[in-house]
């Protein structure tokens, strides 16, 4: 394994990116996942939105670390160093490269955060590693289930928003339309999200989520605590399935003024909503 110091931002903890190779499990290639590591204390991975790094968390990093956290940030295939088979890849595959870093770390379980997409690879990986997980953050992620009754397709509201405004071949007022619509609350400026996007991440990633049966992963298996961190003026997510369907196991929070972006908009508020569900997660461990 190799690793490369990197700065943060100001006040942050050391941030380290490391680099590991391993071989999944009737696969014919290695796999190498490149992630972030920073601070110290008890460990919060995050995984991050369909098609961005983890990158877009470093603010929300540098305070957890600041708050007595060691904090992992794994890169998804496609995006940074991170590099591997893309083609026919599951939310399996996925957790599989976030269980491989935390292996080589020899940490867990831990508290797994899981930003919008990044929940379901999250919620994949406590069902398939429980030894890997002690709490699970959906952070502005959809459930995947709808109540009952509604018509709705899972995963569908402002879909043509979300694709579009990572799809570098739009104009680009026509993307900052999309992430205003999608993404970010009134008042905020869309323009941060302009860039950051991996198309190849995008197409894997949105292929996976298709192909991997709901009940893969909708409850995060049967026993860790789940925070489900809405955003205040999120157009994406339908709120109040999680805790209807899971009973106890699930807190709700509301991160106000922030859409389904949620990091760039509210930083300390998001990190300051993981950072106290992981102490109390922590402490009944």
């Not at 995984?47 to 305070?63: E, F, I, K, Q, T």
């Amino acid at each position: 394994m190799s690793i490369e110091n990197q700065s943060t931002p100001a006040g942050g903890a050391l941030s380290q990116s490391k680099l590991i190779s391993y071989r999944p499990t009737h696969a014919s290639a290695d796999v190498q996942i490149e992630f972030n590591d920073q601070g110290t204390g008890p460990v919060i991975c995050i995984l991050p939105s369909l098609a961005r790094s983890g990158r877009d968390y470093d603010v929300v990093a540098a305070h957890l670390a600041a708050s007595g956290f060691r904090v992992l940030r794994p890169e998804p295939r496609g995006i940074g160093r991170s590099k591997g088979p893309m083609e026919g890849l599951d939310l399996h595959d996925f957790a599989s490269d976030v269980a491989a870093v935390l292996d080589s770390e020899e940490v867990g379980p831990i508290v797994i955060v899981g930003h919008a997409w990044g929940s379901q690879p999250a919620r994949t990986l406590a069902a398939d590693r429980p030894d890997l997980v002690c709490g699970v953050v959906m952070a502005a992620a959809s459930a995947g289930k709808l109540p009952p009754g509604s018509t709705e397709k899972p995963y569908s509201r402002l879909r043509d928003e979300i694709d579009g405004a990572g799809d570098l071949s739009l104009s680009e007022p026509r993307r900052l339309e999309c992430l205003r619509k999608a993404f970010f609350a009134p008042g905020h400026d869309p323009s941060v999200w302009l860039g950051g996007w991996f198309p190849a991440a995008h197409d894997a990633q949105g292929r996976a989520r298709e192909i991997t049966p709901v009940d893969d992963y909708f409850s995060a298996g049967d026993r860790v605590p789940i925070l489900d961190l809405h955003a205040e003026h999120d157009a994406v997510v339908i709120p109040d399935i999680m805790k209807p369907m899971l009973g106890d196991r699930v807190t709700v929070e509301i991160v106000r003024d922030a859409g389904h972006a949620m990091a760039p908009e509210q930083p300390h508020a998001m990190s300051d909503a993981i950072a106290s569900f992981a102490r109390k997660v922590y402490l009944a461990v």
